[in-house]
């Protein structure tokens, strides 16, 4: 993965309520964003279109883009139409796909971006990093991050619950990410950032505490300040070291070996859960597993439509990944005769928190 942009750490603004796409006024009026009103503002079709149309009456003279696909195709595109214009800002609206698009093309002629999140199904609404398609598969690109961010906790709740459980299981498996990065440091040497660490984990141990549920307001806004703390640490850091650790690895490899199953943030959970019984820290397995399973998430690789076999190919597979990174997986090297062991007590370990 490309060295993550860096010229601004951290948002001028973030917001976290309802009504927010509606509203889009008074952060547009910030001259620090916008000092004239020319923005652009990104949306995708269908349900953007009509976001589109709910906030028009606060944009003024902006300009209305519709992209499709989220693919660097389609951020190219968008890119040579923002050329076209001396544009203040660009205004992604909508859901990962769209945002990443815009993330991408404003980077690509460093115009400054701004979130407006209807989903929370990953860290992508502030992080320095835009996924998107190119050649058949899916590849991270290094942007910059947004300078403000907005999350409409209208269009989160009436969204579907899986893209919301998608975002805590992305959010939790900062945990063992950051627990990766410290065993890199303590085995190798690696420099770790303390900033970033604690930003990356302060946001998942409150989400990981939280006593509501995704029909909570004060629950969705958790879950928002983690993915965003996610995102701003892995800006700080300048890498995707405090929100990636073997638990991502485990998310690439079932997406290699075994696409289409279920949500990368769902995969990402899983991998956590199992990259912490690993790491043998058994009170932070006890709360990770009672949290996925409080929330609906998969616990166990059965959830994914995985049998014990596949998901031990996607341990074994899981650190060819990200060739460059340490983590607990390439620290114990199992062989498959120990990770089917090791998967076998991590089954025994399970039933005893979540039944």
Not at 74 to 101: C, F, W
Not at 132 to 140: A, P, R
């Amino acid at each position: 993965m490309p060295l993550l942009a860096r010229t601004v750490n951290t948002p001028l603004a973030i917001e976290v309520r309802r009504g927010a796409v509606a509203d889009l006024g008074p952060l547009l009026a910030d001259r620090r964003i916008s000092a004239g009103g020319d923005v652009a503002v990104v949306v995708g079709p269908g349900q953007g279109e009509k976001i589109a149309e709910l906030c028009r009456p606060t944009l003024g003279s902006a300009d209305v883009f519709t992209v499709t696909g989220g693919t660097v195709d389609s951020a190219n595109e968008l890119g040579d139409r923002l050329r076209r214009r001396n544009y203040d800002a660009v205004v992604g609206i909508g859901g990962g796909k769209t945002i990443d698009t815009a993330k991408y093309a404003a980077t690509r002629y460093a115009i400054p971006m701004v979130t407006v999140a209807t989903s929370l199904a990953n860290d992508g609404i502030a992080s320095p990093v835009a996924s998107l398609t190119h050649e058949g598969g899916k590849g991270s690109y290094g942007v910059h991050i947004p300078i403000a961010v907005m999350v409409d906790l209208d269009f989160v709740e009436n969204g579907p619950d899986r893209q919301t459980q998608a975002g805590i299981g992305d959010a939790v498996s900062n945990l063992s990410a950051c627990a990766d990065w410290e065993l890199a440091h303590e085995v190798r040497g690696e420099p770790i950032d303390g900033l970033a660490v604690t930003l990356a984990r302060t946001g998942a141990e409150a989400l990981i505490n939280h006593p509501g549920t995704i029909t909570d307001d004060g629950f969705l806004t958790t879950l928002a300040e983690a993915l965003i703390l996610g995102g701003i640490s892995m800006s700080i850091c300048g890498s995707s070291r405090p929100a990636s650790g073997g638990d991502h690895e485990i998310s690439h490899a079932i997406e290699h070996l075994h696409p289409g199953r279920s949500s990368h943030g769902e995969q990402a959970g899983l991998g956590a859960l199992f990259c912490t019984f690993l790491r043998g820290d058994l009170e932070r397995f006890g709360q990770l597993a009672r949290c996925l399973h409080r929330h609906g998430l998969a616990t166990r690789p059965a959830d994914l439509g995985l049998d014990d076999e596949q998901f031990v190919e996607v341990v074994q597979y899981a650190p060819r990944t990200r060739p460059d990174r340490y983590t607990i997986l390439e620290h114990l090297t199992l062989t498959p005769a120990e990770t089917r062991r090791r998967l076998g007590e991590y089954a025994d370990e399970l039933r005893q928190h979540v039944g």
